[in-house]
């Protein structure tokens, strides 16, 4: 560490979230707007310096001199974790270190790559790996009038319910990607945490058309497991959560066309499922 | 010898008629159909092989079930699941198991093992390519070769690819 530290670290902020102390430090006078906007969704500045995890983001310059490559460079506590010319890249990449380092370590919330939205009072939970399609399909649904929690992770309580964790989108465009705040899509936000009224395992082929098959309660686990950390389903807590949800909420599996006709499909599967005997009985 | 589930370091979630076995030590998950979970539940050092059979029979309402049996057992040794390991059945065996196991496909009691390695979930959940696969949105799967990501979509640009340890 006493190598990393002489770099020259000029300002940082160290925050908290989902229970966990973080801390990002950077070799420019200030922390810059763009690494902030990195920070987890929620995130509350702590006074402390002292945190349990620590990435270092040394920022090449803006204009580097003729002939000379200058490097963004970060590292994940000790461990180098990336080495770019390209800012977005590094800047990517440290918003994906701190929300792994929280899908892993969160106390008493239990994270899947999932993408997730609200409708009537319910959530709808997409699990899917990384950049799979998750957020084209949240981005439609939103579209449709849901009400946005994630576009990433889906994060569960022990009873199963899902909280938000409004990130900003990542829609990807040939050449890059855009982040995109989900009020500038014109939807709202959920606020509070909401009992999960389906599952859908969905993937683009193109030209298919929306064809759900029931899973049962044993391949829904295996599903939400195989998205979740393999830190956290080894964990009693995680694999209850899981357990719970697998057996408590129907799941479907269905390749998908444009995700625009599948918003509609899975927003017409889930109005048409019942209301379990506590959505009946709440106003 | 009778068959013997190992118990340790797994976490069993029944679920119906199913069960996913949460490996501690390997960080593994498997998914045992109901034929393949009959199966792993009666393996107490009791019960042989026959016994087992006669079981997955009768549950089943098959016949002969005794091939089932034989590729439970493989299938849950081959996965770290069983005490004693069992050898795997030679070609000639696997090739009339096939024929045995085609009769018993509609009745559904062809065991299944279904496993997702701790390797694979962390794969799924911490590598992907930054950039979308030419005319799409999002990024299919590929091999990446000298940098560049080979798929159906062949990209020409360079590949970059978040891998988190």
């Known amino acids: 560490m006493q190598k990393l530290d002489r770099l020259g670290w000029a300002a940082g902020v160290a925050f908290t979230s989902f229970g966990l102390s973080i801390g990002v430090r950077v070799n420019t006078p200030d922390v810059p707007a763009d690494v902030l906007a990195c920070l987890p969704p929620g995130w509350v500045r702590q006074d402390s310096p002292v945190v349990d995890y620590l990435l270092s983001l040394r920022l090449g310059g803006v204009r580097p001199r003729p002939g000379v490559r200058e490097f963004h460079l970060l590292y994940s506590e000790l461990r180098p974790?990336?080495?770019?010319?390209?800012?977005?890249?590094?800047?990517?990449?440290?918003?994906?270190?701190?929300?792994?380092?929280?899908?892993?370590?969160?106390?008493?919330?239990?994270?899947?790559?999932?993408?997730?939205?609200?409708?009537?009072?319910r959530a709808i939970v997409l699990p899917g790996k990384s950049h799979a399609g998750k957020s084209t399909l949240v981005k439609a649904l939103l579209e449709a009038g849901a009400t946005y929690y994630s576009d990433e992770f889906a994060v569960f309580d022990a009873q199963g319910n899902v909280h938000p964790y409004p990130r900003r989108l990542s829609l990807r465009r040939p050449g890059g990607m855009d982040r995109v705040p989900a009020e500038s899509l014109g939807a709202e936000t959920g606020k509070d945490a909401l009992r999960v009224g389906m599952i859908v395992r969905t993937e683009y082929r193109p030209g298919a058309e929306w064809q759900p098959q029931r899973l049962s309660s044993g391949k829904t686990l295996m599903e939400l497991a195989s998205h979740?950390?393999?830190?956290?389903?080894?964990?009693?807590?995680?694999?209850?959560?899981?357990?719970?949800?697998?057996?408590?909420?129907?799941?479907?599996?269905?390749?998908?066309?444009?995700?625009?006709?599948?918003?509609?499909?899975?927003?017409?599967?889930?109005?048409?499922?019942?209301?379990?005997?506590?959505?009946?009985?709440?106003? | 010898m009778n068959p013997i589930t190992r118990k340790k370091g797994l976490t069993i979630k029944q679920m119906g008629d199913e069960a996913v076995i949460f490996d501690t030590e390997s960080g593994a998950v498997h998914h045992l159909n109901r034929v393949a979970e009959m199966v792993w539940r009666s393996c107490d050092g009791r019960t042989d092989k026959e016994a087992l059979a006669r079981m997955v029979e009768r549950v089943c309402n098959v016949p002969e079930a005794g091939e089932a049996v034989d590729l439970a057992l493989e299938q849950l040794s081959r996965r770290g699941l069983m005490t004693i390991p069992i050898e795997r059945a030679d070609a000639v065996r696997r090739m009339n198991r096939r024929v045995v196991l085609k009769g018993l496909a509609k009745a559904m009691a062809i065991p299944a093992v279904l496993t997702i390695t701790a390797g694979q979930a962390r794969a799924r959940t911490l590598s992907y390519c930054l950039y979308p696969c030419p005319g799409t949105n999002f990024v299919v799967d590929g091999v990446i070769v000298n940098g560049f990501c080979i798929n159906s979509f062949p990209c020409p640009q360079p590949a970059v690819i978040v891998v988190v340890a």
């Open chain 1, 81 to 121: 974790s990336t080495r770019t010319t390209d800012r977005d890249v590094a800047l990517t990449i440290l918003e994906t270190e701190i929300q792994l380092h929280i899908a892993r370590q969160a106390q008493n919330r239990v994270f899947v790559h999932a993408g997730a939205v609200g409708w009537r009072g």
């Open chain 1, 228 to 283: 979740a950390m393999p830190e956290v389903t080894q964990t009693a807590a995680g694999q209850d959560a899981l357990g719970h949800l697998a057996l408590s909420v129907p799941a479907y599996r269905s390749f998908r066309g444009e995700a625009v006709s599948a918003a509609a499909d899975i927003l017409r599967a889930m109005d048409a499922l019942p209301l379990s005997p506590h959505e009946r009985s709440s106003p």
